[in-house]
């Protein structure tokens, strides 16, 4: 079937830290593959996405690579700020999906 | 303007009250989705449709139904609300396209409360 497995939360950082947010996908056909951020009391934002392999999505300071031999999407960011405190989710579509297919969330929270 | 907006945003109500969730979208998208976000669950789909006379079910359709007003509207209805209900719901609208990607645009979310 198609699933998403993400690191589980919550990650706390000081500002300038390094992000790492696993991400890991089993999936049918040939998935596309999407970060999207939850801030504070908003709804979801496409962070970045991934069409097919080796591609990589960036925005924001943020990465991703999409690895088919590892099934994974790992999401990082150099040096992170307070401004980046939100829930991510790791999500996949597969085509002609009716759906995106989510991770659980992982909650950053970064301190000054 | 939001190009996905929903009402109410908040809501608090009693088991067993009847209750309408609202989605209204300029984005012109031909798709539209209702999700619910439980902590440590992620989202799940609850219902969706891909123009005005197509209504599917998702993972989690019991307890719910939905109806598609017109292109840019889509309702989701608690007949009789639970308290395992109580949830943040989200709409989301795509594009009709047979591309590979299936990019959603998100609304703000209705956080509903049932006591």
């Known amino acids: 079937g198609n699933s998403v497995t993400q690191m589980e939360g919550p990650v706390t950082l000081s500002e300038e830290a390094f992000l790492t947010i696993n991400c890991t996908y089993t999936a049918t056909g040939y998935p596309s593959l999407f970060w999207y951020v939850q801030y504070p009391g908003e709804g979801l934002q496409l962070l970045l996405k991934a069409t097919k392999a080796d591609d990589k999505g960036s925005n924001k300071g943020f990465e991703a690579t999409y690895r088919k031999e590892t099934t994974s999407f790992h999401l990082e960011k150099g040096s992170v700020q307070v401004s980046d405190s939100a829930v991510y989710f790791c999500a996949l579509s597969v085509y002609r999906a009716n759906n995106l297919f989510f991770g659980t969330g992982t909650r950053l929270t970064v301190i000054p | 303007d939001a190009d996905v907006t929903q009402t109410p945003r908040n809501r608090i109500t009693k088991t067993g009250k009847r209750i309408m969730l609202e989605c209204s979208q300029t984005?012109?998208?031909?798709?539209m989705y209702w999700y619910r976000q439980d902590p440590g669950l992620g989202l799940r789909l609850i219902y969706y449709?891909?123009?005005?006379?197509?209504?599917n079910k998702g993972e989690i359709s019991d307890g719910y139904s939905v109806s598609r007003q017109a292109q840019a509207k889509f309702s989701l209805s608690l007949e009789s609300a639970i308290p395992n209900q109580t949830a943040l719901y989200f709409c989301?609208?795509?594009?009709?396209?047979?591309?590979?990607?299936?990019?959603?645009?998100f609304g703000p979310g209705t956080r509903l409360t049932v006591l």
């Open positions: 989301a609208t795509s594009d009709l396209g047979y591309g590979q990607s299936n990019e959603q645009f």
């Open positions: 984005k012109g998208h031909d798709r």
């Open positions: 449709s891909f123009d005005v006379k197509d209504i």
